[in-house]
């Protein structure tokens, strides 16, 4: 086997890999992806599904997303259940805000969602993880003037070829 298929492959096993940790908790959101604009507040919702034969507790969560973006996960501990039996799913939910700063730049912000539990009230192992993004988006009025300009230009050198 040569080198170029050997480093060819690890990235296959790197990702074949982080599946065989997967936690018995999956997080299916309503869309994983929301837009926004600067100053709003977007909230994201989920279901979640124990696929294990055994209980497993959801003791708490832990998030990783780029500043100026910010988590609220007090949504979570009022709406998830304690416990979920063994291949049970729950009904959607709201499950955290993400609050976009007035100084976020446009563009997309990747987060990844972890759920902490496991067989017993004090576990806090990852049961379960989910990738989320935001993408922030210019606001609605900005895009209009923009437009309106674009269409004075237009009209402007109309004229003149006119002329």
Do not use: H
Not at 120 to 131: H, I, K, L, W, Y
């Amino acid at each position: 086997m040569s080198r170029k298929t050997i480093f060819r492959a690890l990235p296959l096993f790197a990702l074949f890999s982080a599946c065989a940790f997967a936690g018995p908790i999956t997080i299916n959101f309503t869309s994983s992806l929301l837009n926004g604009v600067r100053g709003q507040t977007l909230t994201f919702s989920a279901n979640l599904a124990n696929t294990s034969a055994s209980t497993v507790f959801l003791n708490g969560d832990s998030f990783n997303i780029t500043a100026p973006l910010f988590v609220d996960d007090t949504k979570f501990f009022l709406n998830s259940p304690l416990s979920m039996a063994g291949g049970t799913t729950t009904a959607p939910f709201q499950i955290f805000d993400v609050t976009i700063s007035s100084n976020a730049q446009l563009g997309l912000y990747p987060g990844t969602f972890s759920i902490l539990g496991g067989g017993t009230p004090s576990d806090f192992s990852v049961v379960g993880t989910a990738t989320f993004a935001v993408n922030v988006v210019p606001e609605p009025a900005s895009i209009a003037l923009t437009g309106l300009v674009l269409m004075a230009l237009i009209a402007t050198c109309w004229r003149r070829q006119k002329e």
